[in-house]
T-cell receptor
């Protein structure tokens, strides 16, 4: 099992460029999440998908869009990157709330720099 | 607004000493999670505490949960350098995603 995988690992963008971060999980989890991590801020939820076909905003959704392509894959898109989006992005997956331990498993992260 | 507060945010401790990290949260949550993150790495699950009074131990780390006080502790016994990392707690406010604290950066020095 690969667990949660993310691509790319590193990316540098110029302001205004767009890109899509890819995430896939092989644990048959229903729920998937995108977080960003900034120094001193912990992890902040951008968007999540409780199950295939649904997506919801988290704490910091502005400037991002998501697509739950199928049960395995959940992508995050930056339409017009801004320097404030320089961050480390983590994807995670879990069983739905109330099921099993609801423990979240994290991918290795994507380090994004916007100049 | 839900708040998850960790104390301290930075901790430098000597090898062999004991210390406790605290995680307070402002709303009802019947479960709590502790994660570890090494520099430049992802988050690794340490403990899942699923009920009031839950206590779990792994090596030199022990975590406990008091849902009435809305408090979890992560106790470090006889610290060693390998425990240097950032530790996060996270809670579940209902059927919603985890909400994380800001993390405690632990540095164990000789």
């Amino acid at each position: 099992n690969a667990g949660v995988t993310q691509t790319p690992k590193f990316q540098v963008l110029k302001t205004g460029q767009s890109m899509t971060l890819q995430c896939a999980q092989d644990m048959n989890h229903n729920s998937m999440y995108w977080y960003r991590q900034d120094p001193g801020m912990g992890l902040r939820l951008i968007y999540y998908s409780a199950s295939e076909g649904t997506t919801d905003k988290g704490e910091v959704p502005n400037g991002y869009n998501v697509s739950r392509l199928n049960k395995r894959e959940f992508s995050l898109r930056l339409e017009s990157a801004a320097p404030s989006q320089t961050s480390v992005y983590f994807c995670a997956s879990s069983d739905p709330p109330g099921q099993n331990s609801y423990e979240q498993y994290f991918g290795p992260g994507t380090r994004l720099t916007v100049t | 607004e839900l708040k998850v507060e960790q104390n301290p945010l930075f901790l430098s401790m000597q090898e062999g000493k004991n210390y406790t990290i605290y995680c307070n949260y402002s709303t009802t949550s019947d479960r709590l999670y502790w994660y570890r993150q090494d520099p430049g790495k992802s988050l690794e699950s340490l403990f899942v505490l699923l009920s009031n009074g839950a206590v779990k131990q792994e090596g030199r780390l022990m975590a406990s949960l008091d849902t009435k006080a809305r408090l979890s502790t992560l106790h470090i016994t006889a610290a060693v350098h390998d425990l240097s990392a950032t530790y996060f707690c996270a809670v579940v406010p209902g059927n919603t995603p985890l909400v994380f604290g800001k993390g405690t950066r632990l540095s164990v020095i000789a």
